[in-house]
């Protein structure tokens, strides 16, 4: 038996990405295991933002109506184990450890046999059937890590429901430089005569590309009506939808938008997962995921959000225009360089009362002075830090009514439990 610190090592030596894409390596590997994704029931879920969210909204739901629920969701903020949840509840260090020795022995069968080695998200997708599979789990939520088509969750076979929420532009060196490319790539999780709910503010262009795959393979397409009466506020939002009313602790529009993909995907599995509009309310308010406009304190309110495409960004910014508490907060920014950084800048800056730049421990980060320079023409008042506990300490200095920390996730966590040390 291996050490829960033991395990991580072995999971995140793994490269992130192989020069071979496909889904020889995971199906291999599962072979291996004995194919513990056969005969799960499982939500799919794809798309470029969003896809976290409906995935905590659906395995919320269900578990308010009393099912044992599966949710694979990535990537983590706090803790690793977050990518494994049953009701909620983590993985234990023990169970992580022992399965990863099960996937570690597999590997080395394969590799004796002249296969490449696997990926980490391949590594990380068998501990998550396996996990699933031994724990028995009544339906599983499986949230695509990126793309759809060669990522390694898509060794599935038929799942209940293939969901596509909104689709940008992101990871355009993987799936292509258009929208088209990008709709392309994860309209394959569609598979034949298997329904598809799709988010209903995508692009027009990527709506054909859905539609089109869906005809090809006869899967019928559901996408969600316009809410009513809808009411943003720092603890949350609410909206009237096909005459009910719901209420969400996830706070911006695109989460209202968000919730009716969850919605119309929950309405096409209820003959065989049964629940009560009660259980659904229940459900949407109480579901909760880190780093998504998360709420970490009040007076001050600190904010933290992970959003890093043009999307994600705009999003953050339209929140920040219509909740009170979001208004001229002091900003801790950090990106990478092969993120928009420039445009996120300066959305961001032009609404800050202070903008802190830092950088996050990744070679592909921008510095915190071009960073800080940058903003520089957007704001009066900027500082480059050289570490996440002086931002948190000028942010503390500096606040008025609120802090937010965006930019990327690999800044959240980290700064998220500087900030937690101060307030």
Do not use: W
């Not at 798309?47 to 009393?66: E, F, I, P, R």
Request: glycine fraction near 6%; charge should be negative.
């Amino acid at each position: 038996m291996i050490s829960y610190e033991q395990a991580l090592n072995y999971i995140h030596a793994r490269k992130a990405h192989s020069a071979k894409p496909g889904l020889h390596r995971i199906a291999a590997l599962l072979e291996q295991l004995g194919n513990p994704q056969k005969g799960l029931p499982f939500l799919h879920i794809a798309g470029t933002n969003g896809k976290g969210s409906t995935a905590t909204m659906l395995a919320s739901v269900l578990q308010a109506a009393g099912y044992k629920v599966g949710c694979f969701t990535s990537p983590f903020i706090y803790d690793f184990r977050e990518r494994f949840a049953i009701n909620g509840r983590l993985i234990s260090e023990e169970q992580l450890a022992r399965l990863a020795v099960q996937v570690q022995a597999a590997e080395q069968t394969l590799t004796r046999e002249g296969m490449e080695p696997l990926t980490e998200f391949e590594v990380v997708t068998a501990i998550g059937f396996l996990y699933f599979k031994e724990e028995n789990c009544d339906i599983t939520v499986l949230e695509v890590g990126l793309g759809g088509r060669f990522d390694a969750t898509n060794i599935i076979d038929q799942p209940l429901l293939s969901v596509l929420c909104s689709i940008s532009l992101d990871h355009t060196e993987f799936l292509g430089d258009t929208i088209e490319q990008i709709a392309f790539e994860k309209a394959g999780i569609i598979k034949k005569n298997c329904p598809v709910v799709l988010y209903n503010r995508n692009p027009a262009d990527a709506i054909d590309v859905i539609r089109a795959q869906c005809i090809a393979k006869n899967a019928p397409l559901t996408m969600g009506e316009q809410p009513k009466e809808i009411s943003l506020h720092e603890d949350g939002s609410t909206f009237l939808y096909k005459g009910t009313s719901y209420s969400l602790s996830l706070r911006g529009e695109h989460q209202i938008y968000n919730a009716i993909t969850a919605i119309e995907a929950l309405y096409q599995i209820r003959n065989q997962f049964p629940f009560t509009e009660e259980q659904l309310q229940k459900g949407l308010q109480q579901a909760h995921i880190p780093a998504r406009l998360e709420c970490i304190h009040s007076e001050p309110f600190i904010f933290i959000d992970g959003g890093h495409n043009r999307e994600g960004i705009d999003a953050l910014v339209k929140a920040m225009d219509t909740i009170d508490a979001l208004k001229e907060p002091v900003v801790i920014f950090g990106m990478m360089r092969d993120k928009p950084y420039q445009y996120a800048v300066q959305k961001l800056a032009m609404r800050a009362k202070a903008f802190l730049a830092v950088q996050p421990p990744l070679p592909r980060a921008m510095t915190a002075f071009d960073l800080k320079n940058m903003a520089d023409l957007f704001c009066d008042d900027c500082t480059a830090c050289d570490s996440y506990s002086q931002a948190a300490k000028l942010a503390k200095e500096k606040c008025n009514r609120s802090i937010l920390v965006a930019g990327s996730l690999y800044l959240t966590g980290d700064m998220a439990k500087e900030l937690k040390k101060l307030f």
